[in-house]
């Protein structure tokens, strides 16, 4: 029973260049949620997916930043024109549809460099 | 949600119990008590969570004082591969959005 899957797990890129973070969830959920994890910070929530749409997107930054969830295939968090504060990790999560009291399951992350 | 508030670090000896504490003052009466644990270059991991009862589980125990105001988590005992940053989190039950702090930064020392 794979886990949440999160690829590539290293990602380097110049600035100015497009970044493309997978996320597939664990079989059977059917919510994803994006979190980014500053140097030395702690984890701060993005936007929160269901199938085909987005639901909350209050974390997101306004501009470059963008996330979709397909009908088919993975969850991907696109960062547009790179600039080297957007070097973080970058955690995916998952839940199923009732997630209830019991959260949810992360990803290992990628971990964007912009050189 | 309400704050919470942890020491920034503690080490531990291998195969002792380590208490981590945490206070949440400001939780409200439908706020769960929430931990995980973030092993260095991994996601965060689940451990446990309560209401206003004592939990337990494979991983630890977590103690909730009887005003709510702070809670303990216990590891009962510590291994090396037990060091990580724990996260003490308070929410309602249906909220998605989890609110990472800073952690404690435990280090299991042999």
């Known amino acids: 029973n794979a886990g949440v899957m999160q690829n590539p797990r290293h990602l380097v890129r110049r600035r100015g260049q497009e970044a493309r973070l997978r996320c597939s969830p664990m079989k059977g959920h059917s919510h994803v949620y994006w979190y980014r994890q500053l140097p030395e910070e702690g984890l701060k929530f993005m936007v929160y997916?269901?199938?085909?749409?987005?639901?909350?997107e209050s974390g997101m930054p306004k501009e470059r930043f963008s996330a979709e969830f397909p009908k088919e295939g993975p969850s991907i968090l696109r960062i547009q024109q790179v600039v080297r504060g957007d070097s973080a990790a970058y955690f995916c999560?998952?839940?199923?549809?009732?997630?209830?009291?019991?959260?949810?399951?992360f990803g290992s992350g990628t971990r964007l460099t912009v050189v | 949600d309400a704050k919470t508030t942890q020491p920034t670090s503690m080490d531990c000896a291998e195969g002792r119990a380590a208490n981590l504490p945490c206070n949440h003052s400001?939780?409200?009466?439908?706020?769960?008590v929430y931990w995980y644990r973030q092993i260095h270059s991994q996601g965060p991991q689940y451990i446990i969570h309560?209401?206003?009862n004592n939990e337990t589980n494979e991983m630890a125990s977590l103690i909730i004082t009887e005003d709510r105001k702070s809670s303990t988590l216990i590891l009962p005992h510590a291994t090396l591969r037990d060091t990580a940053v724990y996260y003490c989190?308070?929410?309602?039950?249906?909220?998605?959005?989890?609110?990472f702090g800073a952690g404690t930064t435990v280090t299991v020392r042999a």
């Open positions: 989190i308070v929410r309602v039950s249906n909220d998605y959005k989890l609110s």
């Open positions: 999560a998952s839940s199923p549809q009732d997630q209830g009291v019991y959260g949810y399951t």
């Open positions: 400001t939780i409200s009466g439908n706020e769960y």
């Open positions: 309560g209401l206003k």
């Open positions: 997916l269901q199938k085909e749409n987005i639901i909350d």
